[in-house]
T-cell receptor, first 114, second 114 residues
């Protein structure tokens, strides 16, 4: 069955360092991957989208890569800050058309220590 | 207005009660979603409405009954729930028609079933 895994349940890093989060998928060939941030008790907030024909996308301190050979997406936060502490979710679509069913990964809880 | 609102923020109900969750957006999105999220788990899709018609029901028990009265509103009617239905219920919306469009999430309703 289709599976999306984020192989770190939790990641602790020091302020100023680069955080790298991993999203792996199996039995699936997604056309795109999305990354969301979720703070405790709140809904997820969209951060970045990368499509299968794109190798890399950037937005300010965020960078996402997509390797269809490795079946993996990496999400980087450079110059991390304590305010970046949150759960980060990768997600991809299951069906085409208007309905866009997203499958979410298991999430990685990032803690940036001052 | 790029916001999805949900009411109430918190809800406590007994197993014999009937209650409703409400979701509203004014972004002109014609795809709307209900998700259920348990602690430390990713959001789990329940229902999808596309152009005010129910297009996906992820085998959700009939004690959850969705309704989309118009293009801005989405309700979730609850009846005879079980304690294991306690969770954060998230509503989301997006522009229909393109698979990869981001979803906009509301802040959620924290539901506790006693």
């Amino acid at each position: 069955s289709q599976k999306i895994e984020q192989n770190s349940e939790a990641l602790n890093i020091q302020e100023g360092k680069t955080a790298t989060l991993t999203c792996n998928y199996t039995n699936y060939s997604p056309a795109y991957l999305q990354w969301y941030r979720q703070d405790p008790g709140r809904g997820p907030v969209f951060l970045l989208l990368i499509r299968e024909n794109e190798k890399e996308k950037r937005k300010e301190r965020l960078k996402v890569t997509f390797d269809t050979t490795l079946k993996q997406s990496l999400f980087h936060i450079t110059a991390s800050q304590p305010a970046d502490s949150a759960t980060y979710l990768c997600a991809t679509g299951r069906d085409g058309g208007a309905t866009n069913k997203l499958i979410f990964g298991t999430g990685t809880l990032l803690a940036v220590q001052p | 207005d790029t916001e999805v609102t949900q009411t109430p923020k918190h809800l406590v109900m007994g197993m014999t009660n009937k209650k409703s969750l409400k979701c509203e957006q004014h972004m002109g999105h014609r795809a709307m979603y209900w998700y259920k999220q348990k602690a430390k788990k990713p959001p789990e899709l329940m229902f999808v409405y596309s152009y005010e018609k129910l297009s996906i029901n992820e085998s959700v028990p009939s004690r959850f009954s969705p309704e989309c009265p118009n293009s801005s509103l989405l309700n979730l009617h609850l009846h005879a729930l079980q304690p294991e239905d306690s969770a954060l219920y998230l509503c989301a919306s997006r522009v229909a028609g393109r698979d990869y469009n981001e979803q906009f999430f509301g802040p959620g309703t924290r539901l506790t079933v006693l």
